[in-house]
């Protein structure tokens, strides 16, 4: 049940002679060669993306060498860190993160402990209906949501459709099923001893949840967050739908539609602004990769 | 995991004899609670994606200004257009072309990691993740800008070999190949994880098994790896080919479903019907047919969560 259990050492092999430690020499050796081929396949476009961002439009559209840059300038990083444009689709979406994940974790995390621990007329039932959700692609709703928001404009006059903010009634439907789904895993995997003996000395069910199921699950919890906010950050579907104005985008869109439009792309501005994009998922990974890898697993294995 | 014991009515006990005194109220306020714990989820659940859902059937039946009800008006006009026809067959190629290398690739590169000496795993995986930690809408710039008719990268590597220019967006079947290669690259990595961590759960003795009964690689594969993640391969695949058929970010930026809407998956063109022509109608016709590879994965899913019910 432990999902964390992936990122301990695998079982120690003996050291074996003759013909098999000689194939097993060998197996290494086209190990490594295949490794180093697939991670230059998997990291040719991200360094491109550096190549790129640190050339000017000159050098670009000279024809060198693209894979070496030449004469290295940051004016690209300064250009669009200068430009209120960009910080303005950088601050949506942080905002739009950091808000989704706090809703999702409020919505998940309490529903996730009654499912697990405290069972009700239709818990089992829910809990599924919850994984189901999951696998309800948002190209499939786009367009009654759409519709929906549009008609709840008309008849309450409230506007949400082209401001930031209506995506945080519309991101939670693609992280609370996930993160509630894990959430459940990670609860169900805490021996029931500790919160009976938690009810026995007179908790009640909220103070169980927060001393004892939070601080037990956090792995569980750092990467439910973790996934949440990826997902939020690099949604592009919804916000390229709902919102319009340059002022109400979020990143992703921003690049796309704002630096891909007119006549002349330029590349080296449109690569640094994806590198910059790209670039709080890769912190996070960075420093937190086994909670990503954690919840990356626990989503699957446990479907 | 879970304990799916549906009770029959709210006050079932669990143990009638743990409280003495005002046990049915306890017990009442304990599923009181649980349910106003988990109302903000179904409230979420009910209002943004159940009912959109059911909505999406309605609006299908409307007409474009979508003041008259037209029954199965938008499916008829669509089977009469060629574009639906492309647009079907591409979105099955995509799909299972695209699931198919992912699975492949994903699998093959989790031998290589695993065979690698355990302390240096960690390295090669942290690398390898990259491609999908990367927001798909970002790294697919990269690969447009990698694809560009003039100054493609590719190209003048390939030019370096003498191979003449690749037209990677412009013509009909390299910019097919062109939109799965950057979903294989995104997606990859993803079935790589699953499988590693799948493989790492595979008992060592039963290898030490297969080797003694003088078992050569490719049998240790067949008849000890893969039925061994057979449930794992198969929950991935299914979950990929519901991502893939309803991809959107790779499309649309690498080619808009260009040329020639040779690209289209369904939800591109729901995209362009929908929200660029103003069709909402039609354009939630065309996601409509997103539903049977879903009621497919929800039979599957269903089936594995009764059995995983019952196994705890």
Known sequence: ?303 | MVDVAVQPNRIAPARPAARKSGLKTALKRKSTTAFLMTLPLILLIGILVVYPALYSLHLATLNKSMHKFVGFGNFIFLFKRDTFWLVVKQSCIFALTAVFFKVLLGFIVAHFVHNVPANKQRRWRGMLLVPWVIPPAMSTLAWLWLFDPSYSAFNYTLSLFGIGPVPWLGDANWARFSVILVNVWYGAPFFLIMYLAALKSVPEQLYEAAAIDGANWWQRIWFVTLPMMRNIIAITTLFSLIVTFANFDIVRILTSGGPLDHTHLFATWAFKLGIESGDIPLGASVSLFMFPILAIAAIFILRDVTKRGNEA
């Open chain 1, 1 to 303: 049940m432990s999902t964390l259990a992936i990122d301990k050492a695998g079982p120690s092999r003996q050291v074996k002679h003759g013909s098999i430690s000689r194939d097993r020499a060998w197996a290494l050796r086209w190990s490594y060669f295949f490794l180093i081929l697939f991670s230059i396949m998997a990291l040719t476009p991200p360094l491109y993306m550096v190549i790129t961002s640190l050339k000017s439009s000159a050098e670009i559209s000279a024809a060198t060498n693209p894979w070496w840059v030449f004469h290295p300038t940051l004016s690209n990083y300064k250009e669009l860190l200068g430009s209120s444009q960009y910080l303005r689709f950088f601050l949506n979406s942080a905002m739009v993160s950091v808000f989704v994940v706090v809703i999702t974790m409020l919505i998940s995390v309490p529903a996730a402990f009654a499912l697990s621990r405290m069972k009700f007329w239709g818990s089992a039932t829910l809990a599924t209906g919850v994984f189901l959700t999951y696998l309800i692609p948002d190209s499939l709703l786009f367009l009654p949501l759409f519709k929906m928001f549009a008609v709840i404009g008309d008849w309450t006059g409230i506007q949400l459709i082209n401001r930031w903010y209506v995506l945080l009634f519309i991101y939670p439907t693609l992280t609370v099923p996930f993160c509630t789904w894990i959430m459940i895993g990670y609860f169900a995997s805490i021996p029931k001893e500790l919160d009976e003996a938690a009810i026995i000395d007179g908790a009640s069910w909220l103070q169980t949840l927060t001393r004892i199921f939070i601080p037990v699950a956090l792995p569980g919890l750092i990467a439910a967050t973790i996934f949440a906010f990826t997902v939020s950050w690099s949604q592009f579907l919804y916000p390229m739908v709902f919102t319009t104005s340059t002022d109400q985008l979020v990143l992703p869109v921003g690049i796309v539609t704002t630096l891909i439009k007119g006549d002349v792309f330029n590349w080296g501005q449109i690569m640094t602004g994806a590198l910059l994009g790209a670039a709080p998922p890769l912190i996070i990974y960075a420093f937190l990769m086994d909670y990503y890898i954690a919840g990356l697993t626990a989503g699957a294995t446990k479907g």
